[in-house]
């Protein structure tokens, strides 16, 4: 069984420019979170998506968006990238929305630096 | 607002040895508690969870221990081993629509 799938693994950006990341999950799974890792902040929340619907959205600014697809699928855009914005970008996916009450299984990440 | 706050942020414990890493939480609607173990270049991956309906939960060598009078829960690795040096995230959520919430992480090195 395939697990979750982010695409790049590694990006480099400049500041002003946006990027998009992708998440593939686990077959069978319709819950997708997104989470930020920092080594000063730890993993912290962006947003959830169920059915296509955001149904949890984490303390971040309006830069951060994500979508999903009828086939589960995820991707989630940074506008107008800042220095602070570089980070692992962590993609989880879960059977069930309500993912904090469910098993994430977490991809490997995109690793993206903003010059 | 810190919701969960773990320590220590390093730690480093013989080969043999019992690591322990420690969190607390504040928000009492929380009731589920899992800890993830990630290695570099990896995604964290699920170790062993526990609700508070119990006080202690053992898998192997990994053991969780609640508290829920003085909000705390904790991580025993016994008999730690090289292959534990890993950085170890606690995290809480309320059962539902709520997101996973996770302490800061602990990098583990095991020494032999």
């Known amino acids: 069984k395939a697990g979750v799938t982010q695409t790049p693994r590694y990006l480099i950006k400049t500041r002003g420019q946006q990027v998009t990341l992708s998440c593939s999950p686990i077959?069978?799974?319709?819950?997708v979170s997104w989470y930020q890792q920092t080594p000063g902040q730890g993993l912290q929340f962006l947003f959830e998506y169920f059915s296509e619907t955001q149904r949890n959205k984490g303390n971040f600014p309006g830069r951060f968006s994500g979508r999903q697809f009828s086939n589960s699928r995820s991707e989630m855009n940074v506008s107008t990238l800042e220095l602070g914005d570089s980070a692992l970008y962590l993609c989880?996916?879960?059977?069930?929305?309500?993912?904090?009450?469910?098993?994430?299984?977490f991809g490997a990440g995109s690793r993206l630096t903003v010059l | 607002q810190q919701q969960v706050k773990q320590s220590p942020q390093s730690l480093i414990v013989q080969k043999g040895g019992i690591s322990i890493i420690n969190c607390a939480y504040e928000n009492t609607a929380f009731d589920y508690f899992p800890w993830y173990q990630q290695f570099p270049g990896k995604g964290p991956a699920l170790l062993i969870a526990?609700?508070?309906?119990?006080s202690e939960k053992k898998e192997g060598r990994f053991t969780i221990s609640f508290n829920k009078s003085a909000k705390q829960f904790s991580l025993h690795i016994m008999d730690s081993q090289p292959g534990d040096s890993a950085t170890y995230f606690c995290?809480?959520?309320?059962?539902?629509?709520?997101?996973?919430?996770f302490g800061k992480g602990t990098r583990l090195s095991v020494i032999a």
């Open positions: 526990i609700r508070p309906d119990v």
């Open positions: 995290a809480a959520s309320t059962t539902g629509n709520t997101p996973l919430v």
């Open positions: 989880a996916s879960s059977p069930f929305g309500g993912a904090g009450a469910n098993v994430l299984t």
């Open positions: 077959s069978g799974h319709r819950s």
